[in-house]
């Protein structure tokens, strides 16, 4: 089993900066890609940002140029640095790490979010 924890989060004035980390833990053999979604109040869950065991990495347009995703592939760990946060930045995110288990098996794990609140 494959348990994903996520930290970072908190309330920053509009222009501030956060960074969020999660960590995968438990049985793991290797981790394909790590991921970042976030989910604002009666808004479906978007993703946010991913990157691949590669270093490869994607954003969603409306974080390009403000949002840094990096991976710490030692520590099965990902980071997503947040710089000139604007309100509508405000949910709750999540972060999802998939890949092969150490029994040979595909996971895909959900942490239970942070609350990232950006007030104006």
């Known amino acids: 089993q494959v348990q994903v924890v996520e930290s970072g989060g908190g309330s920053v004035q509009a222009g501030g900066s956060l960074r969020l980390s999660c960590v995968a833990s438990?049985?793991?053999?290797?981790?394909?890609?790590m991921d970042w979604y976030r989910q604002a109040p009666g808004k479906q869950r978007e993703l946010v940002a991913a990157i691949t065991a590669g270093g490869r990495a994607n954003y969603a347009d409306f974080v390009k140029g403000r949002f840094t995703i990096s991976r710490d592939n030692a520590k099965n760990t990902v980071y997503l640095q947040m710089n000139s946060l604007k309100p509508e930045d405000t949910a709750v995110y999540y972060c999802?790490?998939?890949?092969?288990?150490?029994?040979?098996?595909?996971?895909?794990?959900w942490g239970q979010g942070t609350q990232v609140t950006v007030s104006s």
């Open positions: 438990g049985s793991i053999f290797s981790i394909s890609a």
């Open positions: 999802n790490a998939y890949g092969v288990s150490g029994l040979r098996s595909s996971f895909s794990s």
